[in-house]
């Protein structure tokens, strides 16, 4: 019984451990090839699913444009649509950067779903906030802020109207 708790909590502690260093580690400077600011970013992996259903999708949002990388069966298309994202995006983000993160065991088989912001240091750098993400099908945070529910549900309206576009 304590072996099995044990594992458990080691599992636990690994699963949070690849969280961190994967988040710090994504855009560590986000860059953007498009030479616009990166303000936001949504990442979708599909789970264990048959190989037809399975695909990924980035979006980055800048102040003004986004765009969307898609890739299914090996196909790939991206797009990029201008959008004039809401003005208060950027103290949204400074909002949510205070947020307290939970982490918690989540389901098998349920894919990547990573919702980012990028907050703009004095500088040049720039800090990588997690609005609440489900990685590796077996962690999920959450950032508790309204601002960072503002931000995911912002992210999710403009990721969706861009892949209409398609």
């Not at 986000?30 to 048959?50: C, F, S, W």
């Not at 993400?133 to 962690?139: A, E, K, Q, V």
């Amino acid at each position: 019984m304590y072996n099995l708790m044990f594992n458990r909590l080691v599992r636990f502690s690994l699963s949070v451990l690849f969280v961190f260093s994967f988040l710090s580690t994504l855009h560590a400077a986000v860059p953007n090839p498009h030479g616009e600011v990166l303000l936001l970013e949504k990442i979708v992996r599909t789970g264990y699913v048959l190989e037809e259903h399975a695909f990924q999708m980035e979006c980055r949002v800048t102040a003004k444009k986004v765009f969307v990388n898609f890739r299914k069966q090996g196909l790939k298309k991206s797009i990029e649509l201008d959008k004039n994202v809401n003005p208060k995006a950027e103290n949204l983000i400074i909002a949510a950067a205070k947020g307290n993160i939970t982490s918690r065991v989540a389901p098998a088989d349920i894919g990547d779903l990573i919702y980012l912001a990028h907050m703009p240091n004095p500088n040049d750098s720039f800090t990588q906030i997690d609005l609440g993400s489900t990685l590796d099908s077996r962690t999920i945070t959450e950032n508790d802020s309204p601002e960072a529910f503002e931000l995911r549900t912002l992210l999710d309206s403009v990721c969706d109207e861009a892949l209409r576009a398609f």
